[in-house]
């Protein structure tokens, strides 16, 4: 009975694997969008979409199979508790790229150049959600607490984006409405890291038990 519950566990990992690196490629394809979108990239951003959200669906499946059928002890129990928080957190992150990729063809021809911070929060947080599911596949407790302290980062990138888009507006007024596309670009980058920070934090709690929002 527990090697079948060790190997239900490692299709759970597997699976969770694959999943976060189908949101770290729609990280990447959302931000390519800012100086490269056409209906393809939308296109296969949308059939990433989609197997992020299958990917969901697997994993419940695979979570309710090994809470009922193989009575979990404690640590085993947190694992699995974690992994269906966490695909909560990696759904959302793929339906932000998506609504970033969304966004895109409404915004004026501008040149990329000017906001490479964009491009940076989007890098960071690819390597956030790499990073946050390779610690819980090792139960990797300093790495998963490394993902979290890197959520700073992407927060100063934004901060910075706010400031040069207060820039633009002051000495743009008519690019008003370009300004607050980017901005909101940035602000559901932003939310992306947020997600990834959720994510080790359950990490967290899959080895410790400990989870800062629930004590």
């Not at 302290?149 to 007024?173: N, R, W």
């Not at 596309?181 to 602000?187: E, G, P, T, V, Y």
Request: a negative charge; proline letters at 2%.
């Amino acid at each position: 009975m527990r090697d079948l519950f060790q190997e239900q566990l490692h299709e759970l990992k597997r699976e969770l694997t694959v999943m976060g690196a189908s949101c770290e490629e729609i990280i990447a394809l959302a931000s390519q969008a800012l100086t490269g979108w056409d209906e393809a990239l939308a296109q296969t951003v949308n059939t990433i979409g989609a197997r992020i959200d299958e990917s969901e669906r697997t994993i419940e499946t695979i979570c309710m199979k090994l809470l009922l059928r193989q009575q979990p002890v404690a640590r085993d129990l947190r694992q699995i508790s974690a992994a269906m928080k966490m695909i909560t957190d990696m759904e959302r992150i793929g339906d932000q790229a998506e609504d970033i990729v969304e966004i895109v063809p409404y915004m004026n021809a501008h040149p990329d150049e000017k906001y490479p911070k964009i491009r940076e929060m989007a890098k960071a947080a690819q390597v956030m959600v790499t990073e946050a599911v390779d610690a819980y596949v090792k139960q990797d407790l300093e790495l998963a607490r490394k993902v979290m302290a890197h959520d700073d980062v992407v927060d100063d990138y934004f901060t910075q984006v706010k400031s040069g888009i207060i820039d633009i507006i002051a000495a743009e007024p008519s690019q008003g409405e370009y300004a607050l596309d980017l901005l909101m670009i940035a602000k559901y980058f932003e939310r992306i890291g947020d997600h990834c920070t959720n994510i080790a934090e359950w990490v967290e709690f899959s080895v410790t038990g400990i989870h800062k929002n629930c004590q």
